[in-house]
């Protein structure tokens, strides 16, 4: 009898620490699928930088033949994401019209979108169409645009309306990037040169 119950609480224990481990697991993960939907945002951002447009000048896309990297110096915070520019007149250019130069979307690739889809844009897979900025997943999807772009917009604009609620992103008004960039300056006026240490 002794043993009969030993062998039953054996078989017990082999039956419930699997689902106590899978439990276990999913209250773990449970907040990281949570955050894992929050990580969708309104503006595509290097994942390991959160650099927009992976570090490239949104406005040397339109004032040079290829598209140059900006620099952390001239770094401004739009929509909640830091954008750099190869010069402070750059960035002031892009401060005072950043619809105009950010590329559309978001970043996002205007044809997947157009398909009711998103995927991020790569910053040198890019299309200039009626003073616009597009990005693209692939060349593929650079190729397809290029076939029907006033088709691929419409379509990219109608979903963008449709999945712009559930993506996350901080807005700004003209104003209060003004206001915040004001602010900026006078408080890097104000800083003392501190010497680097060793130097």
């Given at each position: 009898?002794?043993a ?5 609480r054996?078989q ?6 699997p ?21 969708v945002?309104?503006v ?19 004032t ?8 952390p ?11 750099f ?8 250019v ?6 105009i ?22 910053p040198?897979l ?16 650079r ?20 999945l712009?609620?559930?993506?996350t ?8 990037a003004?206001?915040e960039r ?18």
């Open positions: 009898m002794a009969m119950m030993r062998q039953k054996k017990n224990l082999t039956i419930t620490g689902i106590a481990a899978v439990f276990c697991a999913f209250l773990v993960l449970c907040p990281v699928m949570a955050r894992a939907e929050a990580l945002q309104t595509v951002t290097d994942p390991l930088s959160g650099v927009a447009l992976e570090g490239y000048d949104a406005v040397s896309y339109f040079e033949a290829e598209p140059q990297m900006g620099v110096d001239y770094e401004y915070t739009w929509q909640g994401v830091p954008w520019f190869v010069s402070a007149a750059n960035r002031d892009f401060m005072r019209n950043p619809d130069y950010a590329p559309q979307f978001g970043g996002h690739c205007v044809m997947s979108l157009s398909r009711g889809f998103l995927s991020d844009g790569k040198r890019y299309v200039i169409e009626g003073m616009k900025l597009y990005l693209f997943y692939s060349v593929a999807n190729e397809a645009f290029l076939a029907d772009e006033t088709r691929a917009i419409s379509y990219s604009g109608a979903n963008w309306h449709k712009l609620p559930g993506l992103g901080v807005e700004q008004s003209f104003a209060d003004v206001a004001s602010g900026q300056d006078a408080a890097d006026a104000a800083a003392p040169d501190v010497p680097a240490a060793g130097h």
